[in-house]
């Protein structure tokens, strides 16, 4: 009876260590920022964000070039107002104050405009870079058999990672990988 208790117990002892085993799953962290801040497709998207948002730039400056021109225009009006001609004079600083108002409008709706514009072309230009690093951190880990990756970027605000002491860095491999070759979408 002493036997079969201590085989059982040494089997019940085996099978939860390999339980155990089993349950320990390998896990990775990957730094993003330094990743993106790597690639050549990263920089040509900044560039050409940065052109974006200076033609939008441009554009608003115009509207409110404009708008000065016009306000200074009225300004100078004014002063010459006298009594023999206020009556005309009043009717076209009415008309320029109306005309200044539609200006003001029309700078914010562009101010807005520009700004979906800008974050629509954001969108453009960075989603399939950030599909092609994705999808190559999933195929490194998989290549690594990590179960876990966990994104350790600064601009990530990644407040929930207090503190890392091992895990499997797999940054230099996935960027290695995208310098050297085009991303494969992982499997799921």
Sequence with gaps: ???????????????LTSNFVKAQQKI????SDEIFDNLSETKAADASLNTFTKTKQAEIE?????????LKAGQEKEKTMT????????????????????????????????????????????????????????????????AYVFDIAASQGNS???????????????KSKLTTSPAKPAGK
């Design 1 to 15: 009876m002493k036997k079969l208790l201590l085989v059982c117990s040494f089997a019940s002892e085996l099978f």
């Design 28 to 31: 990775g962290h990957v730094n």
């Design 62 to 70: 115009k509207l409110i070039t404009t708008y000065e021109t016009k």
């Design 83 to 146: 009594e023999a001609n206020k009556e005309v004079l009043i009717k076209e600083l009415t008309a320029t104050q109306t005309e200044l108002e539609a200006l003001g409008k029309n700078i914010e709706a562009a101010r807005v405009k520009a700004a979906q514009d800008i974050s629509k072309k954001q969108a453009e230009l960075f989603t399939p870079i950030q599909k092609k690093v994705a999808a190559m951190i999933s195929a490194v880990a998989k290549e690594k058999g990590l």
């Design 160 to 174: 929930n990672i207090a503190y890392m002491d091992g895990g499997e860095d797999i940054t230099a491999t996935v």
